[in-house]
């Protein structure tokens, strides 16, 4: 055995060393990474709503304090302690009631809709169809015909809402 061979088969040990010291390099920050994410997923839309608005948080009595971090909602609770509990609505409506301005806030959520579709037609005729068979844009020509499909909707509903006046809720809803 010569010397180049030698230290090819030197050269081909350390490689594993190598590529073992740089993997390791390469998933220890990918590990805290992953760490710091799942640390992020793991904190509700309330305790972010709470920490973004510590004083509005601290104003709340202490009974209205646990029904907002338990994302509940009573009358009499102010519009701040609903935003805490609930979040921002998705539509706000103005109004009056006896003679006093009401303001409503609703929020929605999406829904998915199975669709099946079926249809039947007739076809038209194009000079590119009679001469080639196929049009570029829209394929080929049929005459009657049928089709069927299915697909999703998404539809919206409301799952939220609170009345208010004066500031204070006055009437709510929430859907099961």
Known sequence: MGPDLLAKRGRRRNIPRLIMSRSRLTVLPLLAVALFLSSCATQSGVEKRIEKNPQLYSKLSGSDRELVRRGEVKERMSQEAVFLAWGRPDQVMSGG????????????????????????????????????????????????????????????????????????????????
């Open 97 to 176: 009631r006896n003679g006093q301005s009401t303001e409503k806030w609703a929020y929605f959520s999406s829904r998915p809709v199975n669709n099946f579709n079926v249809g039947v037609g007739m076809g038209s005729s194009h000079s590119f169809y009679t001469n080639f068979g196929i049009h570029p844009r829209y394929g080929y020509s049929f005459g009657p015909g049928w089709n069927f499909g299915s697909s999703v909707d998404f539809v919206q509903q409301i799952t939220k809402q609170v009345e208010f006046s004066n500031g204070r809720v006055t009437a709510w809803q929430r859907t099961q």
